[in-house]
């Protein structure tokens, strides 16, 4: 039977290397109960399950704080974890209680679990069944003997009054004034008859009443909902189908002391361009300890070129620059066929302009314009002078290869700035904190801006897109696909609010992109 309807508590696992923290139970504890708990506590060393031998004891002590009375309750072991199942002295008061598991091997005894939690009480004193009251047990029992002590009164006075009538019978035939005295001992007999009546009816409604109370404790349901802390506790009976209902309402306990802080995770995070058009995926591998998050993001629009311009033309809003043989420098005499694709350009002419790029050296008529005196250049401009591009590293009019005010380049180094400069302005902030079980952490958000969240623990990780949508938002779970996950992201009043439920803590990352 216990094995049906026992409740079966499984606590967090206990690290040996790291001793023992206070537990607090979640689960209800109410007097009258007898082997009703029983409580699982996992053993791990290094995170690996410790392999308990046959020959381990082990025993749970409850200490009532209320009357400092303990209680041993005898456990087993199978496997990695100990189990205690509490005997009846466990319910007998209400009242707080601290439970402490011992294993004992090779003559070595250690306390490996420490739980703290109350007794509430079941019942009350006094239970009322409609116009019946009925007593506790004790008070019951009192009530019993009584009607007891009354119904013997009344036989012994029946059996007197009997003896009265035998003699009352005898003494008439002599005199009536003894069948005077007869009759009034037989009103007397009938009087204690009557009043035996009466007490065995009453022990019978009594008793009847008590029935009843009984099935409508038998068929008892509880409920349980929660108070915000430093509210006033309530129980309620009442009767619901035939059965009572009691409810209670318990507030939330003290904030129980913060756990050791966990080893700090090194997050790695690489960004890798993918093809304009494609969707952005996050990727995580690497271990618990050393994870890595891959961050594809498809490469933008091309960004401005600024001034430049390639045979004194400049590139269109997709960035191309489409050039005709006269742009490159066909000969003028070359057969118009020769401009047409798939065939042949002058040969003289392509292997000029090939040279010239080669030795990454620009004609004035390929790359830009020549410089010019008593023009004013802004910083980032180009020119080209004796054959060679410079770039302005300050607002100048000073001639190119005099002083630092220009600086010597070549298109192709040009073309891969402007390309960094572009993949690195995806990623504008990043941020990294510690997570906790009592203590979020709170973000702020641009009214439109786009965030990564990634957050983990040694048991759990979960990854969030963020996006701002001016004075609202909205967060979209990436992994995993539920919201079963420990770690949680909202949007509260225009930042995020991530949270934890795991005792060990976790570390978050926010990647703002844009």
Same mark, same amino acid.
């Given at each position: 039977?216990?094995?049906?309807?026992?409740?079966?508590?499984?606590?967090?696992?206990?690290?040996?290397?790291?001793?023992?923290?206070?537990?607090?139970?979640?689960?209800?504890? =109410?007097?009258?109960?007898?082997?009703?708990?029983?409580?699982?506590?996992?053993?791990?060393?290094?995170?690996?399950?410790?392999?308990?031998?046959?020959?381990?004891?082990?025993?749970?002590?409850?200490?009532?704080?209320?009357?400092?009375?303990?209680?041993?309750?005898?456990?087993?072991?199978?496997?990695?974890?100990?189990? =205690?199942?509490?005997?009846?002295?466990?319910?007998?008061?209400?009242?707080?209680?601290?439970?402490?598991?011992?294993?004992?091997?090779?003559?070595?005894?250690?306390? =490996?679990?420490?739980?703290?939690?109350?007794?509430?009480?079941?019942?009350?004193?006094?239970?009322?069944?409609? /116009?019946?009251?009925?007593?506790?047990?004790?008070?019951?029992?009192?009530?019993?003997?009584?009607?007891?002590?009354?119904?013997?009164?009344?036989?012994?006075?029946?059996?007197?009054?009997?003896?009265?009538?035998? %003699?009352?019978?005898?003494?008439?035939?002599?005199?009536?004034?003894?069948?005077?005295?007869?009759?009034?001992?037989?009103?007397?007999?009938?009087?204690?008859?009557?009043?035996?009546?009466?007490?065995?009816?009453?022990?019978?409604?009594?008793?009847?009443?008590?029935?009843?109370?009984?099935?409508?404790?038998?068929?008892?349901?509880?409920?349980?909902?929660?108070?915000?802390?430093?509210? %006033?506790?309530?129980?309620?009976? $009442?009767?619901?189908?035939?059965?009572?209902?009691?409810?209670?309402?318990?507030?939330?306990?003290?904030?129980?002391?913060?756990?050791?802080?966990?080893?700090?995770?090194?997050?790695?995070?690489?960004?890798?361009?993918?093809?304009?058009?494609?969707?952005?995926? =996050?990727?995580?591998?690497?271990?618990? $300890?050393? &994870?890595?998050? %891959?961050?594809?993001?498809?490469?933008?629009?091309?960004?401005?070129?600024?001034?430049?311009?390639?045979?004194?033309?400049?590139?269109?809003?997709?960035?191309?620059?489409?050039?005709?043989?006269?742009?490159?420098?066909?000969?003028?005499?070359?057969?118009?066929?020769? %401009?047409?694709?798939?065939?042949?350009?002058?040969?003289?002419?392509?292997?000029?302009?090939?040279?010239?790029?080669?030795?990454?050296?620009? /004609?004035?008529?390929?790359?830009?314009?020549?410089?010019?005196?008593?023009?004013?250049?802004?910083?980032?401009?180009?020119?080209?002078?004796?054959?060679?591009?410079?770039?302005?590293?300050?607002?100048?009019?000073?001639?190119?290869?005099?002083?630092?005010?220009?600086?010597?380049?070549?298109?192709?180094?040009?073309?891969?700035?402007?390309?960094?400069?572009?993949?690195?302005?995806?990623?504008?902030?990043?941020?990294?904190?510690?997570?906790?079980?009592?203590?979020?952490?709170?973000? &702020?958000?641009?009214?439109?801006?786009?965030?990564?969240?990634?957050?983990?623990?040694?048991?759990?990780?979960?990854?969030?897109?963020?996006?701002?949508?001016?004075?609202?938002?909205?967060?979209?779970?990436?992994? &995993?696909? /539920?919201?079963?996950?420990?770690?949680?992201?909202?949007?509260?009043?225009? /930042?995020?609010?991530?949270?934890?439920?795991?005792?060990?803590?976790?570390?978050?990352?926010?990647?703002?992109?844009?």
């Amino acid at each position: 039977m216990a094995d049906t309807i026992e409740t079966r508590i499984s606590m967090p696992s206990v690290e040996l290397n790291k001793g023992i923290r206070k537990t607090f139970f979640e689960t209800l504890f =109410v007097t009258g109960n007898k082997k009703a708990h029983r409580i699982d506590v996992p053993l791990l060393r290094n995170g690996q399950p410790v392999s308990i031998p046959s020959g381990a004891k082990v025993e749970g002590y409850l200490t009532r704080y209320a009357d400092d009375v303990t209680v041993q309750n005898p456990g087993t072991a199978s496997g990695n974890v100990v189990s =205690v199942t509490l005997e009846k002295g466990c319910y007998a008061k209400p009242g707080a209680f601290a439970l402490t598991i011992q294993v004992t091997v090779d003559g070595v005894t250690n306390t =490996v679990f420490w739980g703290e939690s109350s007794i509430f009480s079941s019942t009350a004193e006094t239970i009322i069944d409609g /116009n019946y009251i009925i007593y506790d047990i004790a008070e019951l029992l009192k009530r019993i003997d009584a009607m007891k002590e009354a119904t013997e009164a009344a036989e012994t006075a029946t059996t007197n009054a009997n003896n009265a009538t035998k %003699t009352a019978n005898t003494a008439a035939t002599n005199a009536d004034s003894a069948t005077k005295a007869a009759n009034t001992a037989a009103t007397n007999a009938d009087n204690a008859t009557e009043a035996a009546n009466t007490a065995a009816t009453s022990a019978n409604n009594a008793t009847e009443a008590a029935n009843k109370a009984a099935e409508k404790i038998d068929n008892m349901t509880v409920q349980v909902s929660g108070l915000e802390a430093g509210a %006033t506790p309530t129980a309620n009976l $009442e009767l619901v189908d035939g059965h009572y209902n009691l409810s209670f309402a318990i507030p939330k306990g003290d904030k129980g002391n913060t756990g050791a802080t966990g080893a700090t995770p090194q997050i790695t995070v690489k960004v890798v361009t993918g093809e304009p058009g494609t969707a952005a995926s =996050v990727a995580q591998s690497g271990t618990a $300890e050393a &994870p890595i998050i %891959t961050l594809t993001i498809p490469r933008g629009d091309t960004g401005s070129l600024g001034n430049l311009t390639i045979c004194g033309k400049a590139p269109d809003e997709t960035g191309k620059v489409t050039l005709t043989a006269e742009d490159v420098g066909a000969l003028s005499d070359t057969d118009e066929t020769l %401009t047409m694709a798939g065939k042949a350009a002058d040969a003289a002419a392509t292997g000029a302009a090939l040279e010239q790029l080669e030795t990454k050296k620009a /004609n004035k008529s390929i790359v830009s314009d020549a410089w010019q005196s008593g023009k004013t250049y802004a910083v980032g401009t180009y020119c080209i002078y004796n054959d060679n591009l410079f770039k302005a590293a300050v607002q100048t009019s000073a001639k190119p290869g005099n002083g630092s005010d220009w600086v010597q380049c070549n298109v192709t180094n040009e073309l891969v700035a402007q390309g960094d400069t572009l993949n690195n302005a995806y990623i504008k902030e990043y941020f990294t904190n510690k997570l906790d079980k009592a203590r979020p952490v709170t973000y &702020p958000v641009l009214p439109y801006g786009g965030y990564l969240v990634i957050a983990y623990n040694y048991g759990s990780a979960a990854m969030f897109l963020v996006r701002g949508e001016g004075t609202s938002g909205y967060v979209h779970r990436i992994a &995993p696909a /539920n919201d079963s996950n420990i770690i949680s992201c909202k949007w509260v009043n225009a /930042n995020l609010n991530i949270t934890s439920t795991a005792v060990e803590s976790s570390t978050v990352s926010i990647v703002r992109l844009y």
